[in-house]
């Protein structure tokens, strides 16, 4: 048995490893700690993003929801698993690229990666120190979970992306600028993301995440040709250094389309955009957890689209002994919580 369970909880991490036959489907749903929920809200008008992100004690309190009133998600609706309260773009920050997130744009660097004469500034063997909130975040909430904790990190193509546009962009066409023109330096870029990832995660396991997912939203910006010679190569770095402790899942929005390259990097699970077929990608990946695919904008809709959708789901993977039903991607700030509360009425009947 490749992976310890020490939960009251088991359906998450079972499900994970194919071995899931107590006909209840896992549940945790993509940004399930953020800004629909009114608790959230609540902590954000007082504090920036960063200073949650980086304060054990409120990151701990937005990822494992007390049971105390105002009640918080894990208890509201009970998930079968708690993802950490963090970003992606935590570890180019710690890379001293100044990260802030800003009302409308979103995520902004002050220093970002202009051409690849700047890989000097982020190039180091090591974690910088200023990231051990991390560990002390993940130490508090194991003492008060009783589900699994899912720990996360960018995929190196997404987060180089955001290190080279400075911010969110549409098209991504800086850094395909980067991958066009400078092949060499982007593989560089890639490399030194790839192995600070891996000990990134691995300072996560080991203060106890049970699972990681690893975030590569934006690949779909990337050719299969350039996802196999300019990514992949690092994806599979990562998930072979990690999967010996806890297991892997891969999300992309693009994990339809590059579903044969991603399973060939063996990792445990993928989390399939809502794009995907489930039952198809369940035909072509007998061995592999499955992840997904619930599109987040029906939660915006009537009380019987969620419910018909949710069905559709669940009856297309029925007895799967390892599927997990989450979102295609994370959840819309504007999902009423009466909407979250159907879907989950509607997976657990
Ligand atoms: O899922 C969770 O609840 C855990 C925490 C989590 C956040 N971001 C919190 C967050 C996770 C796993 C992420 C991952 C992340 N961050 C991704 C990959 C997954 C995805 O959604 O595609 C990406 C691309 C980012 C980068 C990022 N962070 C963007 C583009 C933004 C702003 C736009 C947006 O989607 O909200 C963020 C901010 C962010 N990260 C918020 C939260 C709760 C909102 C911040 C706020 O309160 O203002």
């Known amino acids: 048995m490749p992976f310890a369970i020490a939960h009251k909880n088991t359906h998450f991490l079972s499900a994970l490893r194919l071995e899931n036959r107590s006909g209840k489907i896992p549940l945790w749903l993509m940004r399930q700690a953020g800004r629909y929920l009114p608790e959230y ?6 504090h920036s993003f960063m200073e949650m992100v980086q304060t054990p004690k409120i990151a701990c309190e937005i990822t494992t929801q007390p049971i105390e009133t105002p009640p918080q998600p894990i208890r509201r609706f009970q998930f079968d698993a708690a993802i950490l309260f963090s970003d992606i773009l935590v570890l ?7 990260l802030t997130f800003e009302e409308k744009l979103g995520p902004v660097f002050k220093y970002p990666l202009k051409t690849p004469l700047d890989l000097h500034r982020i190039e180091q063997d090591t974690l910088p120190p200023c990231l051990d909130y991390i560990p002390e975040t993940i130490e508090l909430i194991k003492n008060k979970l009783d589900v699994p904790l899912i720990g996360f990190a960018g995929a190196p193509f997404t987060v180089a992306s955001y290190m080279i546009e400075g911010g969110t962009s549409k098209n991504l066409l800086k850094t395909k600028k980067w991958v066009v023109n400078n092949p060499q330096a982007f593989k560089k870029l890639m490399e030194i993301l790839s192995d600070l990832t891996i ?9 106890g995440v049970n699972a990681v997912q690893l975030f590569d939203t934006w690949a779909g910006a990337l050719s299969s040709s350039q996802m ?5 190569p690092y994806i599979e770095k990562i998930i072979r250094a990690i999967e010996p402790s806890v297991p892997v899942i891969f999300f992309s929005k693009a994990c339809s389309s590059f579903a044969e390259l991603i399973k060939g990097v063996n990792p445990q699970g993928i989390s399939f955009d809502i794009n995907a077929d489930l039952r198809r990608m369940r035909e072509d990946m007998p061995h592999l957890a499955i992840q997904g695919n619930f599109d987040p904008d029906i939660l915006l809709g009537s009380q ?4 018909k959708e949710a069905r559709r789901i669940v009856d297309s993977m029925q007895g799967d002994p390892g599927f997990i039903f989450n979102l295609g991607h994370g959840i819309h700030p504007e999902t009423p919580i009466a909407a979250v509360q159907t879907l989950i009425e509607e997976v657990r009947r």
């Not at 180019?92 to 100044?98: I, N, Q, T, V």
């Not at 196999?228 to 992949?232: G, I, N, T, Y």
């Open 41 to 46: 809200r609540a902590i954000r008008s007082r």
């Open 92 to 98: 180019p920050d710690a890379l001293g690229l100044g």
């Open 199 to 207: 000990q990134y995660l691995q300072m996560q396991i080991n203060a």
């Open 228 to 232: 196999k010679e300019l990514s992949l």
């Open 304 to 307: 019987e689209a969620i419910r």
